[in-house]
């Protein structure tokens, strides 16, 4: 539940103080270009639909368990796909990577629905989504994938691999995997040892969907004034985005977190119990998941959110190049200022960017070079 990203921010604008100065210049073209064309994320409706029609009528998931599928299009050959963590929705998820994500072609958000989950449905809409943008329009996606997110697009790549399917991607950047549930809990502990485990843990147990109204309240606490206490840093916060860039930001996270409910909340957490620890299919079988290029992005601080022996990061940290051999990892400090937090794409965005824009110039020189 990524309200954690806002955390440990009080000593950001001592971080900011010592970052570039070129900063200033940065954040004013870019609240310069938000004014000239604001955010206005609208519905997709999907040209392809056939795999996300046949889980339907199997019954295994329902209409109300559908993500959002929302677009901002642009013309460019890398459009990208977000998948957000477990809260806020993707929109605001890279609220301040979108200038530079529109930069390389259409943004298409997966939004998780607020009163279930399917992961099997999602997958279908991602299958369709792929397909749309690699046959339909000619332009092989990139997919942007955060925490939780990662989770989905990881197994959704071993699901395809087992199935003898190659997906018609063009590339895809991990930000702070989480891809099974040992990453949050380590197997036979009886406590979490994080704080994202200690809030998550009652939906991991709930195996009949039902949570202590009590213990759904202190969860949405925990998230919100982990939120707030960054909301509150106005004079950091101002070098990163605007005054009523920051009143949307806030409005949109704390209603995410409030409205996901226990369903939505232990589907979800059901979804991420049921994937497959990255180490359980390290074999020439499956792997690799995919040749195409592919980002990873460790923060620092991980150990905050994250179980000390997460098993995906142990994997992609080590052997990254085994599950794909196009594949690069970083993990991403700011020495002598705020640590880098999990999956903090709003606080540590200066951190984040950079990579996520060599990776993108990588794609767009391979695309010239295959096509010369």
Avoid at 87 to 101: I, K, Y
Avoid at 120 to 149: K, M, N, R
Avoid at 347 to 367: A, D, E, M, W
């Amino acid at each position: 539940m990524h309200a954690l990203n806002f955390a440990h921010t009080f000593s950001l604008l001592a971080a900011l103080g010592r970052g570039s100065p070129a900063q200033p210049l940065r954040t004013l073209i870019r609240t310069a270009g938000y004014k000239l064309r604001p955010p206005r994320p609208v519905p997709h409706t999907p040209i392809i639909n056939r795999r996300q029609t046949a889980v339907l009528a199997t019954n295994v998931a329902g209409p109300h368990q559908l993500a959002t599928l929302l677009c901002e299009l642009r013309k460019g050959a890398a459009p990208t796909i977000v998948l957000g963590g477990f809260v806020p929705d993707a929109t605001e998820q890279v609220f301040l990577l979108r200038g530079s994500l529109l930069s390389q072609g259409s943004v298409y958000y997966f939004n998780y629905p607020r009163n279930g989950f399917s992961a099997e449905l999602l997958f279908a809409q991602l299958d369709d989504l792929v397909e749309e943008l690699s046959q339909v329009h000619g332009t092989p996606p990139v997919i942007l994938s955060v925490s939780f997110g990662s989770g989905l697009v990881l197994e959704w790549l071993r699901r395809t691999r087992e199935n003898d399917r190659q997906p018609a991607i063009s590339g895809a950047v991990f930000v702070s995997p989480i891809g099974c549930i040992e990453d949050l809990l380590a197997p036979g502990a009886i406590k979490p040892t994080t704080l994202l485990g200690r809030a998550v843990k009652p939906y991991i147990d709930a195996t009949d969907g039902r949570v202590d109204p009590r213990q759904i309240e202190k969860t949405r606490t925990i998230f919100s004034r982990m939120f707030e206490a960054g909301a509150q840093n106005k004079a950091a916060l101002t070098a990163l985005m605007t005054p009523g860039e920051l009143s949307r930001l806030h409005a949109a996270v704390i209603e995410s977190i409030a409205r996901v409910d226990a369903r939505g909340a232990c589907e979800r957490m059901g979804a991420l119990r049921a994937f497959a620890s990255p180490s359980s299919y390290f074999s020439q079988r499956l792997l690799p998941l995919t040749d195409v290029p592919v980002l990873i992005l460790f923060a620092e601080d991980e150990d905050a959110v994250i179980d000390a022996g997460s098993p995906t990061r142990f994997a992609l940290s080590n052997a990254h190049r085994a599950y794909f051999p196009q594949s690069t990892c970083h993990t991403l400090s700011n020495p002598g200022g705020s640590p880098v937090q999990h999956a903090s794409l709003i606080f540590h965005s200066t951190h984040f960017l950079p990579p996520i824009n060599r990776f993108y110039r990588g794609l767009k020189s391979r695309q010239l070079s295959h096509a010369a």
